[in-house]
């Protein structure tokens, strides 16, 4: 019962957590309360349109920067735009301020949205109208995991082979770690260039392209993302099982086990897989959120309109659902480490078996 009240604890003050972070910026103020730029029109003096407007102070006469207090710059502001020598007055962009009010002010506008069914929408440079995301959520969620759960599955099973290999066969196992190595030293941006190079030079030879590397309209790129998903959880799986495989290897119960005659492969599979299985459950959360890192950077990089990367696609202008894709990836993590952590509790063997 604890588990399952920390569990919704940690679930909670995640998605609160993604809801403060996502309307951070509607906090911040970069325009200045007490200054406005005036634009004059042809012949107009700086100096009359000031002693029409008294407590205004001129601050750069070249650029224009007049001077109110802040409680008038709001109404000087509208009685500047009607003047006879004023084109138009802007706002003077000033050193960046958290405003604690605005904020609260947008997670109350962000509560009430999500209170009515509102969770988000997507502006369009195409449409004179943004659309809501719900519209969209389904078609997202399917592409997504499309190539996110056989990329993420395909990596934890390479991972997990290329260790039994390395143990089973040292000297593959020497070419593995160098692998391994490289792998690991690679951003994840790095990964995709390779694999749209790789499918370009096959492409090519082929004669036609045979494997898609960017979305168009309809046709979404599928071996590409899997394979940059896979890649990285694959790789973290297969150091983590290589430590703890060589760890394993030089306990005690592995010299009774071949003094009692069993061969190498029947002792990996008998005893060392048995008492390395709470390393892999561990390592199992921490390969979801690297492939859902590696999910939003394949995504940005091939143009896909999925979860991670709708926000930067083309021919979007603007979204106001950061938050809730977010919490969709958030929550398959969140499912994942759950169900790892319940396998944990009941599967982990606490003290070690010999042979």
Known sequence: MIRILQGILITVCILLGIVLISN??????????????????????????????????????????LKFPPETL????????????????????????????NYAEALKNQANSYLDGDFGAIGYFSRPQPVPISSSLDDMIKRSLSYLVPGLFLGIIFGF???????????????????????????????????????????????????????????????????????????????????????????????????????????IFAHIMRNTMEDF??????????????LVVVEVMAGIFGLGGYAVNKSIAYVTSLATTCAILAGFALIVQGLFAYLRSRVIVNTKEGA
């Open 24 to 65: 951070v910026e509607k906090g911040i103020d970069v325009i200045s309360k007490e200054e406005v730029q005036v634009v004059l029109l042809p012949g107009g003096k700086l100096q009359s349109v000031v002693e029409s407007f008294p407590g205004a102070v001129i601050v750069d006469e070249s650029a224009g920067i």
């Open 74 to 101: 709001k109404a000087m502001s509208s009685q500047l735009n009607r003047h006879k020598q004023v084109q138009a007055v802007l706002p003077v962009v000033t050193t960046p301020s958290f405003d604690f009010k």
């Open 161 to 267: 082979a290329a260790a039994l290999i390395a143990v089973a066969k040292p000297k593959v196992g020497k070419v593995l770690d160098v692998g391994h190595g490289f792998l690991m030293s690679l951003p994840d941006f790095f990964v995709v260039v390779l694999l749209q190079f790789l499918a370009i030079a096959i492409n090519k030879m082929a004669g036609s392209p045979v494997i898609i590397i960017m979305q168009f309209v309809k046709q979404t790129p599928f071996l590409i993302p899997m394979l940059a998903i896979a890649i990285l959880p694959a790789a973290l799986v297969y150091g983590t099982l290589r430590i703890a495989f060589e760890r394993e290897w030089d306990e005690g119960y592995i010299k009774t086990a071949y003094s009692k005659g069993l061969s190498r492969p029947r002792v």
């Open 281 to 294: 459950l561990t390592i199992i959360p921490r390969a979801v959120s690297v492939a859902l890192t590696s």
